[in-house]
């Protein structure tokens, strides 16, 4: 289902704050650029949508499965304790989904992790490295 337009253009805050890890079949999958959170966003590529109702029924049911998946993978892939699912789009208006992986010991716990401390930053390398294990898990199916 790649139904993309050409009108499709990542949000530039969303493109600031995160690393690509790849492309799903509707969604651009990221990395959020924040080590104290292994935290992926979903964002389907379809211009001019800002809700789940603006994506019509097939592809709303495709990004549920892409959600799915990135949280199994997530959670797979950090022996998390808990996954946090959200599509807030109070700061960045385009549609986007957050999965979150969550510890009991991480620095917002048991607390949503907006507004939490200071973002700590990946090195590229430790970004890239969790990103490469999270599409190799995706990728294995």
């Known amino acids: 289902m790649t139904n993309d337009t050409p009108d499709f253009v990542l949000d530039p805050r969303l493109e600031a704050d995160s690393f690509p890890v790849m492309e799903l079949a509707l969604s651009t999958l990221r990395l959020m650029d924040d ?20 994506l019509d029924p097939s592809a709303r049911a495709a990004l549920t499965a892409e959600i799915d998946q990135a949280s199994r993978t997530l959670r797979s892939v950090t022996d998390c304790h808990k996954l946090n699912v959200a599509a807030l789009g109070n700061m960045v208006r385009q549609l986007h989904v957050h999965v979150i992986a969550r510890f ?38």
């Open 35 to 54: 080590a104290r959170f292994p935290w992926l966003i979903l964002v389907p590529r379809r211009p001019g949508l800002a809700e789940l109702i603006d």
């Open 104 to 141: 009991e010991s991480d620095a917002a716990w048991p607390g949503p992790v907006w507004g939490v401390g200071e973002r700590r930053s990946y090195a590229a390398p430790q970004a890239m490295m969790l990103g490469a294990r999270i599409r190799a898990a995706i990728e294995a199916g």
